[in-house]
């Protein structure tokens, strides 16, 4: 019988593990760990993850243990497996999806990550942040004439951005250009899957 659990906190990337393990219907052991305490710097965590840094997803069956990190990893992993129908048919449209699925973990996370950790260095955040705007931009120019990233079903490429887009709202949202943005991240909340991944793993900021 195969086990699973999720090591989580309530940041961008392990909002994306949690939005893949419930769209995957996985029954997970889930452990919310105390970052500004440094639970993930200690030795028992440091031996799930030598980079101590989450989510994590450890998967047992019977003697076969797999312990996945990286959040793109993690629900690539758990899509592939349980929900295929979220990469698109056709060779080429798969490869556009997946330069979404790319960006939302390298352009916009990275981003989103560097402006947050830089803002006791005012100038340097407002440069980040500003990258991180023009990436979101980019990114979700396709959703100005469609109801989502890839075409009219959702695919692995929204929900890989959702993290980023749900934890700055409230900036987004004060920005007219993003209004259909802001459409978008609506239809993607009223998903059961990422409603209950939010109640657990998400975050939000003021601005």
Not at 138 to 148: C, D, K, L, S
Not at 151 to 171: C, E, F, N, W
Request: glycine content about 6%; overall charge neutral; aromatic content about 8%.
């Amino acid at each position: 019988m195969s086990e699973a659990e999720l090591y989580y906190a309530r940041t961008g990337n392990s909002l994306r593990a949690a939005i893949a393990v419930e769209l995957a219907g996985l029954e997970v052991r889930k452990h919310e760990l105390n970052l500004p305490g440094g639970e993930h710097k200690q030795g028992w965590f440091i031996e799930l993850n030598p980079a101590g840094a989450v989510p994590v997803l450890v998967e047992r069956d019977g003697d076969a243990t797999r312990v996945l990190t990286q959040s793109g990893a993690i629900m690539a992993h758990l899509v592939d497996r349980h929900r295929p129908d979220l990469w698109p048919a056709t060779p080429a449209e798969k490869s556009r999806c997946m330069a979404s699925f790319i960006a939302a973990l390298s352009d916009v996370a990275v981003q989103n990550g560097l402006a947050r950790y830089l803002e006791s260095m005012p100038e340097a955040s407002r440069f980040v942040f500003g990258r991180l705007i023009d990436s979101i931009r980019a990114a979700f120019a396709p959703v100005a004439r469609q109801p989502f990233l890839c075409g009219q079903s959702k695919t692995i490429a929204d929900y890989a951005h959702l993290p980023v887009i749900y934890m700055r709202g409230h900036a987004l949202a004060a920005m007219p250009e993003f209004e259909h943005v802001g459409a978008w991240l609506a239809r993607m909340q009223d998903e059961p899957a990422v409603a209950r991944a939010i109640e657990y793993a998400g975050m939000q900021l003021k601005s």
